[in-house]
């Protein structure tokens, strides 16, 4: 048959894993969903359906489980590691292992302002996410989160923008500014501190949007992941993705009304999709 | 033509509004979503066509921004209410008006300890529920919420269920319980203080989950309803539906391991599905 | 502790079943997602912890596996039916049992123009429904689909309505109708057939839409309905809910231009949300 | 600030479009989801708050309503080539553009045998892809399709691969394959007939998934993508994602029964994850 396979890859998405520490005083709480992908000899099982070499992605399933047993799942980028050395150091035909994780968030409910040390709560949409990514020898890990929803009701600009024949929106110099943020950081080396990096780094995103006078979702953009990279030293770069979610002021003007940057029709689509890549300046 | 019309109702769903109260020292942000049904006389809308009596949904969202612009939004079941009196005594043909509203749970983004002024993070997929009725002269309100992701390690047992040929599912004495609680509150009266019976609610169910120890996920329904019940007195039933979210413990036993309470598969389906209604007890 | 249960309820969802048969020619594949609720006395489940009556929903999971196999699934609504009678006839404590089905709509892919004895694509989101009620010795049964979703783009005017100071959409004699249909219609008895019911109804409510001149989505909701109960006599009753998809003209006045019925912004929410029930009128 | 930006780029997505042309006998409908790239020289924008050069997003959809206007919207590749050199054409500091449109399959409502010429029903979740890279001179376009769920209930095996300590699946030689395929395939030029590409594509696709005897999934995959290559001439290239949706063997044992591939659970997740690229062989 006239065709060549150029590229493949496979691997097992959404394993999703609850590990329960059971400590002295408290149960430790972490949940996980793993995605493994293998780059490697696997090129037979396509043009021959020669399975010889392939492992079954149940396979896979199962070693997200037994190896979580013994690992500590600490961090979902520590977790990755050891998935992504796992595979490449087992199995020869197996070139790169790629693992992502999303970890849920869970906090502990609070009783009468003490958390409680079996109860938990869901700290909601967000997750925190971990790429690692091993290839022979080299050995790459990133941190990060997703769909972190963020909003503020001022200090957010949007003016001096190209004005032509596509043009409709105003200039405005007070806007609601909202986002869903999806930040990654590559790490310098696997020997980093995960945890107090993503504590660190999330922390002083949340501030620098907080704070910042935004002229343009692009500069918040880029104040946020400098932030980030002055505050954690452990990373090289960061990448964020800020869609613009808008509120749209209400027209008013048919009910001989003003809008007072008061009412907003809350919109999820279309929205704009703002992407900045950052590493630390050479000098 | 044979057939004859004996129920209609007619509405919006999905009218999202964002306020922001610019108050002295820091904004107030409230977003809801809104969702109108109108009982009346529409009957020839739908038998002739004729429209005459009809209040376009497109009319209806208009309104929704024009009453939240004078109204202070201080709670959704406030607002409920004021729409739901809106449509009743605007329109003479409408006989009956239902209001729903889920409201987004932001709070203020930290720095440094001190709640920002005017930036905020989600609150997470958990919403915050009213729903208002209005039929004639006869109001009902009551609150709620959705989507309260709660799990807990320990005190959760399930044994002493029926066995028969149909049954695999082995009894357990100690096992993983995780929910997502919708619960949903009836007021005596529409003067109760709303805002303080959502936190006392939502305070108690969550405290009760913790500290129950739990025979059947449908004892902890009934703990967790009468609790509530017992906490705020300006409700007089409380409605709770309580999936159970299975985490699985992971079979071991094709390795040569054993489950020691600690690796579980994290499940979305099929879930089981608890409901229960209570009311406070007649002496 | 001051709390009396008014209503319980429990059950299991999403168990989802695929069936084969392998028949000389050709396989018949049937994909359904069935929820089980029952009634009954389950009430020291909640009061005491003491589960001595309750069916655990992991046996009911089980129950929709093992009834699957030895019967024909020919329609949801048969095996609805005998699910919820073998939950009444096996469990004294079960005083009614509900079933609904969600079966998926499969189609043989077509090769070279003839339908492929053991392949299949999907026949898309709509979903057949079907639910059984059985309570003591009363069977109910009722068949149905979910989001069909339809659009025309003439021969829909909404003209008429309410005018006042909270109205801005304009009337409109020609607009694009868009709906997503979900309809559920009552049969009078178990022995109706389902699946020719179900086919007749399907293609009536199509072509009453595809044909029918509207002056209000009610109007249209009418007229189907009043078709579906003509075209199938063993139908008592038609319940249909179908939101307004809207899709907006595109505001070309800023750009000198014209709409002439032919850009849309296609939108999902707020979303008009208009319901009807018909039965047969008595003469 | 020690960061340097060392990537960017923003655009606007799901912007949805409905086009309705009014011809003679018939109406022609169109509906796409637009999502605009724009890379070029708008580092100020992130650096400084200067946005001097950015064409604000809302400008960008403006532009989609408006070139739909006055194009056919025969193709979503047309469409899409169209856009992409609409932006770098119009803006100096427009490097390059990049446009994907999803297109949804609607089809006539067929009324006694004939297609209605102005009502339409969803072709369902599948959805027609295009792709068009305009970087200064040089323009790329790539069709494709979304979500086309396709399931067969033999001629499906799965053995000799990999056993070791991970490994619990057993060798099947008769099991469902269920799959969501996602296809993209690149044109050698922008003259090549789109849909009839599109259409002779799909139609191998799902032909020769019918009747592959398949060894694995990755086998499957790597037939059905040389089978498109030799089908149509204008494609160089085709990357083929299918999702391995896992339809279950239920355990039959606990009850005294078999399983004679009669029986299976329908499961989403997790899901085996196979990829493949392939070309052209050159001889």
Redesign the interface.
């Known amino acids: 048959?006239?065709?060549?396979?150029?590229?493949?890859?496979?691997?097992?998405?959404?394993?999703?894993?609850?590990?329960?520490?059971?400590l002295a005083d408290r149960?430790a709480?972490v949940?996980m969903?793993v995605?493994i992908?293998l780059h490697g000899d696997?090129e037979r099982?396509?043009?021959?359906?020669?399975?010889?070499?392939?492992?079954?992605?149940?396979?896979?399933?199962?070693?997200v489980?037994?190896l979580?047993?013994d690992h500590s799942l600490d961090s979902p980028e520590s977790f990755a590691l050891h998935l992504a050395h796992h595979f490449v150091d087992t199995?020869a035909q197996v070139q790169a292992a790629d693992i992502q994780i999303d970890q849920s968030l869970?906090r502990r409910?609070?009783?009468?302002g003490i958390p409680?040390p079996?109860?938990?709560?869901?700290?909601?949409?967000?997750t925190r996410y971990a790429m690692a990514s091993v290839n022979g020898d080299v050995a790459r890990v990133a941190g990060g989160f997703n769909d972190?929803?963020?909003?503020?009701?001022?200090?957010s600009a949007?003016?001096?923008?190209?004005r032509?024949?596509?043009?409709?929106?105003p200039q405005v110099t007070d806007r609601?500014l909202a986002t869903k943020v999806r930040a990654t950081w590559a790490f310098a080396n696997s020997q980093a501190d995960f945890n107090s990096a993503f504590s660190r780094i999330r922390t002083t995103i949340?501030?620098t949007?907080?704070?910042h006078k935004?002229?343009?979702v692009?500069?918040t953009?880029?104040?946020m992941?400098?932030?980030a990279?002055?505050a954690e030293p452990t990373i090289t770069?960061i990448d964020l993705q800020m869609?613009?979610k808008h509120?749209v002021p209400?027209n008013?003007k048919?009910?001989g009304?003003e809008f007072n940057?008061?009412?907003?029709?809350?919109?999820?689509?279309?929205?704009?999709?703002?992407?900045?890549?950052?590493?630390?300046?050479?000098?």
């Open positions: 048959m006239p065709a060549k396979l150029v590229a493949q890859r496979y691997g097992k998405s959404a394993v999703r894993v609850t590990k329960v520490r059971r149960h709480l949940e969903n995605e992908t696997f099982s396509y043009t021959h359906g020669d399975n010889s070499s392939v492992i079954a992605t149940d396979s896979m399933k199962n070693t489980y037994l979580a047993k199995y869970w409910i609070e009783v009468e409680h079996t109860a938990f709560e869901s700290g909601g949409a967000e972190l929803l963020l909003l503020k009701t001022t200090d949007f003016t001096g923008f190209v032509d024949a596509f043009t409709t929106l609601i949340l501030s949007f907080a704070n935004s002229d343009a692009q500069q953009l880029f104040d992941g400098a932030a990279l002055t770069r869609p613009n509120r209400f008013f048919p009910f009304l940057n008061d009412i907003y029709v809350t919109t999820d689509e279309p929205s704009g999709e703002i992407v900045g890549h950052l590493v630390r300046e050479e000098r």
